[in-house]
T-cell receptor, first 117, second 107 residues
Framework: GAVVSQHPSRVICKSGTSVKIECRSL??????MFWYRQFPKQSLMLMAT?????????EQGVEKDKFLINHASLTLSTLTVTSAHPEDSSFYIC?????????????FGPGTRLTVL | GDSVTQMEGPVTLSEEAFLTINCTYT??????LFWYVQYPGEGLQLLLK?????DKGSNKGFEATYRKETTSFHLEKGSVQVSDSAVYFC??????FGKGTKLTVNP
């Protein structure tokens, strides 16, 4: 099946620094990828839709200047948490599917645990 | 807006016990419904899905039936195994997820 990877799996950074998380589709091309945030014992919350070659679409309440998304190729989307603060500490997950829509089966990355000190 | 409510965990069972994880939803229209599973250290993966009312999704011994009248999509398995220990997420299309239910199966 389709495989999605994320890197790094875990990152610890100081407050005020920026952190980049990569999401790659390893064996298929993904025109659309999705970024989520998951708090402990909470659901996955969709943050944004990453569109190859165009601007990302952010969900209501998500700061686009805080969470920069770049989807420069059909197999790579990046999420950069800018000027990170402790409240940004969370588990970030990406997904993609074979057809680009949101109604189809998603293939998920293993997630990235961000801890901001 | 659309939402999913699923049974709070954690759920702990003995091997070969019967499993039910309840899931109900609120949505306009008739969305597709999904169950995803997340094994320790891995990403979520699709377990089963149903696209219309009365459809039954099944995989690896798990089943869930799309009940329009009760807006439910409960996950069941007749005899769980230790290898079923994971977190299970109920989801609507349009990427609306429940909070997840952690299942631990003891030998």
């Amino acid at each position: 099946g389709a495989v999605v990877s994320q890197h790094p799996s875990r990152v610890i950074c100081k407050s005020g620094t920026s952190v980049k998380i990569e999401c790659r589709s390893l064996d298929f091309q993904a025109t659309t990828m999705f970024w989520y945030r998951q708090f402990p014992k909470q659901s996955l919350m969709l943050m944004a839709t990453s569109n190859e070659g165009s601007k990302a679409t952010y969900e209501q309440g998500v700061e686009k200047d805080k969470f920069l998304i770049n989807h420069a190729s059909l197999t790579l989307s990046t999420l950069t948490v800018t000027s990170a603060h402790p409240e940004d500490s969370s588990f970030y997950i990406c997904s993609a599917n074979l057809y680009g829509g949101i109604d189809n089966e998603q293939f998920f990355g293993p997630g990235t645990r961000l801890t901001v000190l | 807006g659309d939402s999913v409510t699923q049974m709070e965990g954690p759920v702990t069972l003995s091997e070969e016990a019967f499993l039910t994880i309840n899931c109900t939803y609120t949505a306009t229209g008739y969305p597709s419904l999904f169950w995803y599973v997340q094994y320790p250290g891995e990403g979520l993966q699709l377990l089963l899905k149903a696209t219309k009312a009365d459809d039954k999704g099944s995989n690896k011994g798990f089943e869930a039936t799309y009940r329009k009248e009760t807006t439910s999509f409960h996950l069941e398995k007749g005899s769980v195994q230790v290898s079923d220990s994971a977190v299970y997420f109920c989801a609507l299309e349009k990427l609306v997820f429940g909070k997840g239910t952690k299942l631990t199966v003891n030998p």
